[in-house]
């Protein structure tokens, strides 16, 4: 981490990640006050029904876009960058066109699963909120189709303030009314639903103003995306499955109230994981630039610079979380919700060890190793999936907390065997230099003499938080030697 004169390549990682955060924090903010708003408006096993139907059509609406927003954005930017500016705009068509069809399938299906559930007795509850929640999937497909159609003309300015923000504000307003109206359960996934479709069709309109689809050209139907479809589909559904499988599983083989909780737990971890995987989208084309540019040491300057980036943004949080729960959970959720406590423990470790694992799979993908990788994904998904099944009939939503934490410890240590072998990329060293590993003794030592004063759990929040930035700050300043 230390300079060597040449222009720091970091900043092709740095300035786009805090670009896309600030962004992103409206959407962070709004999605957590939803989050409030609803436990503080519904009983845990009410707010178990309404975030499983979520994660429900959420994840059916993901794998319905059919992994277009990544091959919609690859196609349309080697397209722009052959000088065929009619043919990106013929093949944003055709994935718009692909994406609805595919959304209208899956609406249709869940509108039936809905109707089939209504007739059984334990599920019938959980079918009318379904059925409510169903028409989120139309919107999800196209809108991440769009996604893939403004990366492909180089746009990163609508996602994040209409689609990820706007929608987040719509969502919070329309469950706001649904609250003050004292609508109940099904009025709130009808505001989710509503806010939902707004944001989703208000990017795809803001695309359309853009000109990203526009006609007058002899070019209609674009055959080779929808010809290459098959290996980005199955990303996909590998994406939504690892990212919903746990709620999915919850709400399988747990009590509605379980899955409240869990849910709860779970809004603090994914808003943390956004900050995590934020800086992905630039560091894969930055660490294969400094790859071919500098070869395996840039690479790893790259790497190294872009961890500690996050790691510092990250830690703060994270230590808050593993160390007082529940005086998160508590001041914000309400009494009712501290159960939800060891779930965010649980939930904020596995962000953890996701940080002090992360952007190994996308190293890998750099050097060239992408098979490797992506059985390492499946393997991973399986191990956790296997906990899953085995914890939560006992544990509940702290079983599938665990669960989620064995998949990432093995998902992390199966990686990191990878790079070691392919780059030389050595965990104990690359990935915890000597300021991280300052940062985290400091931190523990602020933690350990909390429980020893026996201070509250406020105190011994406000202790941790207090020394964690302490850390954060000084391996944020460890990367200036680096710019200069």
């Not at 899956?106 to 059984?120: E, N």
Request: proline fraction near 5%; glycine fraction near 12%.
């Amino acid at each position: 981490m230390q300079g060597t004169g040449a222009p720091d390549r970091g900043d092709a990682v740095t300035l786009p990640t805090l670009v896309i955060l600030t962004g992103s924090g409206a959407a962070l903010l709004t999605t957590l006050a939803a989050r409030i708003i609803m436990a503080r408006a519904l009983t845990p096993a009410e707010l178990g029904f309404v975030l499983l139907g979520v994660a429900v059509v959420s994840g059916v609406g993901g794998v319905a876009s059919l992994g277009l927003s990544s091959a919609a954005g690859r196609r349309v930017a080697d397209l722009l960058a052959s000088g065929r500016a009619a043919h990106a705009r013929a093949s944003g068509r055709s994935a718009l066109a692909i994406s609805v069809a595919s959304g209208v399938t899956a609406a249709a299906a869940l509108l039936v699963a809905a109707v089939v559930l209504a007739f059984l007795p334990k599920a019938g509850p959980f079918g009318g909120m379904l059925a409510i929640l169903a028409p989120v999937a139309l919107g999800l497909a196209p809108g991440f189709a769009m996604v893939g159609v403004a990366r492909g003309f180089g746009d990163f300015v609508g996602r994040p303030l209409i689609r990820d923000a706007g929608g987040g504000l719509l969502r919070l307003a329309a469950i706001g009314v649904a609250v003050m109206t004292e609508g109940g359960a099904r009025w709130i996934a009808f505001g989710f639903m509503v806010g939902s479709l707004a944001g989703e069709f208000g990017f795809i309109a803001y695309g359309v103003l853009r000109g990203w689809l526009r006609r007058g050209d002899g070019k209609v139907w674009d055959r080779e995306l929808w010809q290459g479809l098959r290996p980005y589909s199955v990303m996909e559904l590998l994406s939504q499955l690892t990212q919903w499988v746990d709620m999915l599983v919850l709400g399988a083989l747990g009590s509605p109230a379980a899955v409240g909780f869990y849910g709860v737990g779970r809004s603090f971890s994914r808003a943390l994981e956004i900050v995590h995987i934020s800086a992905g989208h630039n560091f894969l084309p930055s660490a294969t630039s400094a790859l071919h540019r500098g070869g395996r040491e840039e690479m790893i300057r790259v790497y190294v610079r872009t961890r500690t980036f996050i790691f510092a943004l990250l830690w703060p949080f994270l230590t808050l979380c593993i160390a007082a729960p529940a005086a998160v959970i508590g001041p914000l959720f309400g009494a009712p919700y501290l159960p939800a406590a060891p779930v965010l423990r649980l939930l904020a470790a596995a962000l953890l060890v996701q940080a002090v694992f992360g952007y190994k799979d996308l190293a890998l993908i750099a050097l060239g190793s992408a098979p490797p990788t992506a059985r390492v994904s499946v393997y991973s998904f399986g191990a956790g999936l296997l906990a899953m099944v085995v914890l939560i009939p006992p544990f509940g939503g702290v079983g599938a907390a665990t669960a989620v934490l064995v998949m990432a410890a093995v998902r992390g240590a199966a990686l990191a065997r990878l790079l070691w072998r392919a780059a030389g990329i050595r965990p104990w060293v690359e990935d915890l230099p000597p300021r991280v590993m300052w940062a985290v003794g400091v931190t523990v030592a602020g933690w350990v003499l909390a429980l020893l004063a026996d201070a509250t759990s406020a105190v011994t929040a406000a202790f941790v938080l207090g020394t964690a930035l302490v850390g954060s700050v000084s391996v944020l300043v460890s990367l200036y030697p680096a710019r200069r």
